[in-house]
């Protein structure tokens, strides 16, 4: 398993090919962005929206008034939808983190070693806002931050977001919130504005240019990974329903036209009648027009021979959502190594985790997923470790490292250890013989 390629399956719709000179454009522009907002701070940020998002904010803080009109602008049902969502975020990460344990271990006599789960003090969150209000993105992005015990948790979000994201991001638990968006706020989180603090670790998704911000200031700030525009795959057999399936890859493509979607089944019929149910649906979807681009773009539908071959494409493909419709879907389920966000069986479809049940949608996407996992209690800490070595542990430990420096001619470390270990006897530093 493992080595598969596009020759080796059969398609019944392609992709379109990536646009290399887009990519080229995308990292010119934001590099440009990020050097007008380090040299410039808050003026850069106020060209940029109103070049991005043509309307520059009075203030880019968000004020102790605009929250409380944020909230009792909300619409009550919608409060309680996102207060559900967040209790279920809550509780999830909690167990998540009920899972690291600090640890403290003599891996030889005198020899302790341990770590400790240490909070990164701040963290910006980038909350998504330019084409549809998710309200449950600041509950994903600020949730887990809380939970972490952050001690400065920021949001930026585009100006011209719905004031209802606002509230979201109070009710969340974020202490500051910043109407920037786009490459701008990413840069401004990372070096700092008048208005605008500096963080330690910048997350969340968003489109295209968030992205590519956030790959070009990691090292600068942490970054929990690159989620970017939505990606949905399918595995199915025989069993799966050709209704539901064109329903949840529509359900990702009418994010953005960017949105990768597509299927790989054993069937063919299910692959021809999941084609036509996406065609039939597409007529009466009222955001058909992202949807179906992002369909004819990107959509793709393979057949695969068996479930072995099905599961190596799934791996291949490394897609952020993957949803697992076959008989036994625990079982394999068990023999799938790359995904995002696994969702095993027909009633676990991605909505639920988009909106609420508690895992967090924000999810690697562009095959990330190959080496990371996505957005968790977990990237909010630091697992940093410490030892301490009493008497008995130098004698264990001394001799390998002072032999393993003269080895690799490193003499000052060679004396760093030897002086613990015959504190009286080395030339050069304590007068002793013994160089
Ligand atoms: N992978 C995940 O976990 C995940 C989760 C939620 C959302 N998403 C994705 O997040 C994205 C949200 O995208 P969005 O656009 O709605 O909101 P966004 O907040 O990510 O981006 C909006 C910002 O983009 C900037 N921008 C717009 N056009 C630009 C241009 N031509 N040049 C430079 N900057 C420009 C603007 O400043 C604007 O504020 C979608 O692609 C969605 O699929 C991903
Ligand atoms: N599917 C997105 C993550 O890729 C998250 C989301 C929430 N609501 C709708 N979509």
Redesign the pocket.
Known sequence: MGDISEADVQFLKRPQGQDAQADRTLTD??HD?IEQVKTHGDAALRD??A???KTVPDSFEVSESEINAALADLDPQTRSDSEFAIAQVKRFAQAQLATMKPLEVETLPGVHLGHRIIPIEKVGC???????P?LS?PV?SIVPAVVAGCDEIIAC?????HPAMIAVCHLAGAHRIFKV?????IAAMAWGTESVPVVDKVVG??????NEAKRQVFGKVGIDAL?????IYVIADDSANPQMLAADLLA?AE??V??RVGMATTCERIASETLSEIERQLKTLPTAATAGEAWRRQGEIVICRDEEQLIAWADHMAT?HLQVHTRDPHATAGKIRNY?SLFIGQNASVVFSDKCCGTN?????MAAARYTG??WVGAYVKICTHQWIDDHGIAAIAEPAIRQSRTEGMQAHRRAAEIRLRPDEIEGITGGKRD
Request: cysteine-free; proline content about 11%.
């Open positions: 522009t934001v962005v940029f929206s070049k991005f998002d980038y909350v998504p806002g330019g084409r549809y998710i993105a994903m979000l585009p100006p011209g977001a968006g786009g490459a701008q706020a998704p968003g489109n295209a240019f968030v989620a970017g525009p939505s990606e990702q994010h953005d960017h949105t952020e995002g949608h924000t999810l690697p996407t996505g957005l």
